[in-house]
């Protein structure tokens, strides 16, 4: 086949083709075949230099000669046999190795149709069992030409089987699936040597995918959408590859119908186990993978640091907004108790306030009690007692301050009709000064008339009670209450 650069090279031992260089396409790492068995042409060119045959090989797919004759021996069925054959339930043998078989040992799992079409028509022609007459005239004995015909036909058969199983797609399948595979998967490496060690263990794997071609592990500069891909594959896998058990039955081994059925249902559950501890095992390398993946552990701190940066803005928001709150709250209160506070002192002073005036209300009583004391004596114009109270009680401060200042400096019969006239005298002077005082309204009901102050007995501007009057008050009708039902009893 021709050299491509995109092939990796594989070295090999100088026992193995005299350490000439062969360029074979794999998803591995090259490695140097040292202590490993030969196969196919190989295995043959090898077993004839050690046995004397050949002193040196030229070619493994020419026909070799020994002293100008075409050799007298055939690769034996071992020689392309696997060690790792599937076991029946009979006990057969080993399976033997079908690439090998064809020349495609370099290729195996990766030979195209094309590829194993072209390796069966000449290694077909090669080793027909025509073109194999010579060994038999190079045989002296009958017994051992008979032998070694049965060795060339078993051969030949082989040969014809391996073509079948390999053109087979479902067969082929099957046989790749036995062949033999490293399974490891890495669980440590070093940050700077993860692409090294977990790149070829997912080329290794993908040769079981359903989906081809899979995508690549890629490097440090591979963007973050492309390594999502990447793991989403994989975490999506899906692998054809199957698992013929090495204790599994043969269904040709069938005693009976029953026998078969028992015998699918136990291969059936084998299969199945061994096919979930594969994808667990794919499972396992992906996971690996994406916790040690340097681009997915850089994400990850950036994404925490945004996350911890935006939970601290919140925290720092929400502090913010409590302290906003509380201060707001502080003002509210600090309102309030300024509020409370000046309401307590106008309370106060209004209380103050009408304190003195109730005192200098009683002041001015008893100032006009004691300037009516000898009118009402000497019954001057029929003034009684009540007519006095009548006016303390119905007049305000500055009324009663008014009718006393006019009834200074008078005597006898002048202080009685300043009274008279403050008393209202007679109905009609009652309703002049109504309506009067309607006209030119003054202050607690006062009105003027002729430069002279005339108070009314009948009206009066009351005030409201306050809150100590009201709880008097109540107290007042619950101990009247009581009294009338102590009364009763």
């Not at 069925?77 to 079908?98: A, I």
């Not at 082929?172 to 669980?187: C, M």
């Not at 959408?225 to 058990?245: G, I």
């Amino acid at each position: 086949m021709g050299v491509e650069s995109k092939l990796r090279l594989i070295t090999y031992s100088e026992e193995i083709v005299d350490g000439q260089p062969i360029y074979v396409s794999s998803n591995g790492l090259p490695v140097k075949a040292v202590g490993k068995e030969p196969a196919g042409h190989s295995f043959h060119a090898v077993a004839l230099k050690f046995r004397g045959w050949v002193e040196e090989v030229a070619s493994a797919d020419e026909p070799k000669a020994v002293d100008g004759k075409e050799q007298t021996s055939l690769p034996t069925f071992d020689s392309y046999s696997s060690s790792k054959g599937k076991k029946k339930s009979g006990g057969e043998g080993k399976q033997q190795d079908h690439y090998a078989l064809l020349g495609l040992s370099h290729l195996r799992y990766l030979a195209t149709e094309e590829q194993i079409r072209k390796s069966y028509r000449e290694t077909a022609l090669k080793y027909h069992p025509d073109k194999q007459a010579s060994l038999l005239l190079a045989e002296e004995s009958e017994a051992a030409k008979e032998t070694k015909k049965d060795e060339i036909e078993t051969h030949f058969k082989s040969i014809q089987e391996a073509y079948e199983v390999l053109i087979d797609s479902v067969k082929r399948r099957i046989y790749d699936s036995t062949d033999e595979f490293d399974d490891e998967i890495p669980t440590e490496c070093a940050p700077q040597d993860f692409f090294k060690v977990f790149g070829p263990a997912f080329m290794r794997n993908g040769r079981w995918s359903v989906n081809q071609p899979i995508p690549f592990l890629g490097d440090e500069n591979t963007s973050l959408k492309e390594v999502d891909d990447f793991y989403n594959f994989w975490y999506t896998f899906k692998s054809w590859r199957e698992f013929p058990h090495e204790e599994e039955f043969d269904l040709e081994q069938a005693e009976s119908r029953d026998h078969k059925r028992w015998m699918e249902r136990q291969n059936a559950k084998l299969t199945e186990k061994a096919r979930k501890e594969e994808y667990a095992r794919i499972r396992t390398l992906v996971d690996n993978a994406y916790k040690r993946d340097p681009r997915i552990v850089k994400r990850k701190e950036a994404e925490k640091a945004e996350k911890q940066k935006k939970k601290q803005a919140k925290y720092l928001a929400k502090k913010l907004q409590e302290e906003e709150a509380a201060r707001a709250a502080e003002e509210e209160k600090q309102r309030k108790e300024e509020e409370e506070k000046r309401a307590a002192e106008a309370a106060s002073q209004q209380k103050k306030l009408r304190e003195k005036e109730k005192k200098l209300l009683r002041k001015e009583r008893s100032r006009l009690r004691t300037l009516s004391g000898p009118v009402i004596s000497q019954r001057v114009l029929n003034l009684a007692e009540d007519d006095v109270e009548s006016l303390c009680m119905s007049l305000n401060i500055e009324q009663i301050r008014n009718i006393c200042d006019r009834m200074e400096g008078k005597e006898g019969v002048e202080r009685a009709k300043v009274l008279r006239g403050a008393h209202g005298g007679d109905n009609n002077d009652v309703e002049g000064k109504k309506e009067e005082e309607k006209k030119t309204p003054q202050q607690n009901g006062s009105v003027v008339s002729n430069g002279t102050v005339l108070l009314s007995s009948y009206e009066k501007k009351e005030k409201p009670w306050s809150k100590e009057e009201i709880e008097l008050l109540r107290k007042a009708m619950i101990s009247l209450v009581l009294e009338d039902l102590w009364k009763k009893f």
